[in-house]
């Protein structure tokens, strides 16, 4: 280490040596001056060789008439003006130097020091690691040894399967002749499939965390630079890099980057992403099972990656990672809110219920929104108001109550709002009912929110025809109470159209159609293997398609409108209740409907016992006309 810190430094001296020697010598090179005795000087002003002068207190500077320079030292001579005067010489006369000479020796010598300060510069970017300038090979990998890994499986909650299968590969890690004195091979690649958010890279990190080996990360963007070859280079520095630190795990997230079709420029150009595929491809092929470096990475668009990727010997395994259902969320949220102080009132069980689909870094920002409500209102725990608040902020916006509306729109609102609410609890098979608000929320000016009891993989017919009619009936509530049409169903109704449009052409159930598949999703070349629909079918079947997705729609607004109709006492109450409230839940609705429900058997009691007395009144009529004779007679 001495040694080369004494070589760095003679280079630099040298270096720096050679520099004052070359600025010496240009500066000194751009304006040769001739050196002359003042008595000389004299005789030349006198003969009219000299064209001007520049005096600077006693030195004296010029230019001969054929325009070569010239330098003096001039005594203290109150003559020499007058002769240069009387020799027609052209003089300038320069202030004495204010500033210090180490000053003037700073400034003369401030463009030379900026000249080396920006040659170091380059020559330590040159020298330095990965990521410097001109370094464009070295991969951008970071490096993680087993000291610092932190992650492990306790931390991952959710996707147990995908553990499962990631455990093989840890106990290979671990103990790698198990498996090769029966003569198994490890897979070189696990490719992580799954939508975002689900913890892919997670699981990767603890994989290595489990396994305690070092852990190269990096993107697949990382790769591809402006420069050719140089994304080629890196994955060749990158698995010389994990060769060396073996057995390690190379982790390379979003890997359709980088591994997207080949064929994809126009006219199937090879341009530099390719290079870098096919040199992956190659590495991948290149290394052996027993040097211990095992390629994970994750993807959310395996459909666009190259299929020389996926085939045995190199991704060799595929493990989906996806959505938690309840269980998992639940064990997530677990994981989440050990680091949060939580009341004794918080139902994490509750809040995994209500959140379908999550995925776990969605439900991470539940809770971490959860706490910064409930810091806001300097509370010291987090209460499940804070959970149910950061829940609808999550789900449907955050509320926007500084909005101006009128009491039209707002009565509107109400009004659609209840619509949809009540289509949802009168219909079979509906998902339930669980709030129902007229607080503008993200770009909507009231939410009716429906969570399903359990988590759906699949929709019946049924199903989809109530969801349908659910949609319908905020358009349905604003015709039947107002007698016209606003654009707050314009969202319902896109939802709808694209509901009823899938029913007919991907799932089958239109009678009229039948089982038919229509829109064939074609691979386009020019744009990298992206999904697009073609028209397969004839103009006749387009108009028919059309008829079906209007006729669901249509049947679905019917639906909801008689409802309605039936019902219309239940919606005028909900709609005022919610302008009371502005925000109701499942649970005040059903309230209302039992009083109604009370008050219709109230009122049919009432009924049955005036038909009874009218029924008495006319039996006791008869009885007395029975015994009394006419007044006529």
Not at 25 to 50: D, P, W
Not at 299 to 306: I, S, Y
Request: include cysteine; aromatic fraction near 8%.
């Amino acid at each position: 280490m001495k040694n080369n810190f004494f070589k760095n430094i003679t280079l630099w001296f040298v270096i720096a040596l050679l520099m004052v020697i070359m600025f010496n010598f240009f500066n000194t090179g751009q304006g040769v001056r001739e050196k002359i005795s003042y008595t000389a000087f004299l005789e030349k002003v006198q003969k009219g060789n000299i064209k001007t002068v520049v005096i600077k207190e006693q030195h004296v500077t010029g230019e001969y008439a054929d325009g070569t320079q010239f330098e003096t030292y001039a005594p203290k001579d109150s003559g020499m003006v007058s002769i240069l005067r009387e020799n027609n010489v052209q003089i300038f006369a320069k202030p004495p130097d204010q500033n210090p000479w180490y000053v003037q020796v700073l400034i003369s010598w401030l463009p030379f020091i900026l000249l080396i300060g920006i040659w170091i510069f380059f020559m330590r970017q040159m020298q330095g690691g990965s990521g410097k300038a001109f370094n464009f090979g070295k991969s951008k990998a970071k490096l993680l040894t087993k000291d610092q890994q932190k992650v492990t499986f306790k931390d991952v909650a959710g996707a147990d399967e995908a553990k499962e299968e990631l455990e093989e590969i840890i106990e290979f890690l671990k103990e790698p002749q198990k498996f090769q004195k029966l003569g198994g091979r490890i897979p070189k690649g696990v490719l992580l499939v799954g939508p975002p958010g689900t913890g892919k890279t997670l699981l990767a990190k603890a994989v290595a965390g489990e396994a305690g080996v070092p852990y190269f990360s990096i993107s697949g963007s990382d790769f591809v630079e402006m420069f050719v070859g140089v994304g080629a280079s890196r994955v060749r520095d990158l698995f010389e890099q994990g060769k060396k630190n073996a057995p390690c795990i190379i982790f390379v997230d979003e890997l359709d980057a980088v591994g997207r079709h080949r064929g994809a420029g126009l006219g199937g150009g090879h341009d530099e992403r390719e290079q870098t595929l096919n040199q992956l491809l190659v590495e991948m092929d290149g290394f052996e099972s027993t040097e211990g470096v095992i390629l994970i990475a994750a993807t959310n668009r395996p459909d666009v990656l190259d299929p020389a990727l996926l085939r045995p010997g190199r991704f060799d395994r595929q493990v989906v990672v996806p959505p938690p259902d309840r269980k998992g969320r639940l064990e997530i949220l677990k994981v989440h809110a050990k680091k949060i102080p939580l009341s004794d009132d918080v139902d994490l069980d509750v809040v995994a219920k209500g959140t379908p689909g999550f995925a776990g870094a969605e439900l991470a920002n539940l809770v971490n929104e959860a706490s910064l409500l409930a810091a806001r209102q300097n509370r010291d725990k987090v209460t499940m108001d804070d959970f149910e608040e950061a829940k609808d902020k999550v789900m449907m916006g955050k509320e926007r109550r500084s909005i101006v509306i009128s009491d039209e729109e707002k009565k509107n609102t109400a009004y659609h709002e209840a619509g949809h609410a009540i289509v949802a609890i009168l219909t079979p098979g509906a998902d339930p009912l669980h709030k129902v608000s007229i607080i503008p929320r993200g770009m909507a000016l009231g939410v009716t929110q429906q969570l399903p009891e359990d988590d759906r993989y699949m929709h019946t017919k049924e199903y989809l025809l109530g969801r349908l009619a659910v949609l319908m009936g905020g358009r349905a509530a604003e015709e039947l109470v107002f007698n016209r049409l606003t654009t707050g169903a314009g969202n319902d109704i896109s939802r709808a159209t694209d509901i009823a449009r899938k029913m007919v052409c991907s799932w089958g159930m239109s009678s009229k159609i039948g089982p038919l598949f229509f829109g064939k999703k074609d691979d386009a070349v020019f744009l990298g293997k992206e999904i697009s629909s073609s028209k397969d079918y004839s103009e006749k079947t387009a108009i028919m398609i059309d008829e079906e997705i209007k006729t669901i729609v249509s049947n679905s607004y019917k639906k909801a409108t008689n409802i309605l109709k039936e019902n219309f006492n239940l919606l005028e109450q909900t709609a005022q209740l919610l302008l009371e409230k502005e925000t109701i839940e499942n649970k005040d609705i059903q309230d209302l409907i039992k009083k109604l429900d009370e008050g219709e058997e109230e009122n049919k009691e009432a009924e049955n016992e005036n038909e009874e007395k009218k029924e008495d009144s006319k039996k006791g009529g008869n009885v007395e006309d029975e015994s009394v004779p006419p007044t006529d007679q």
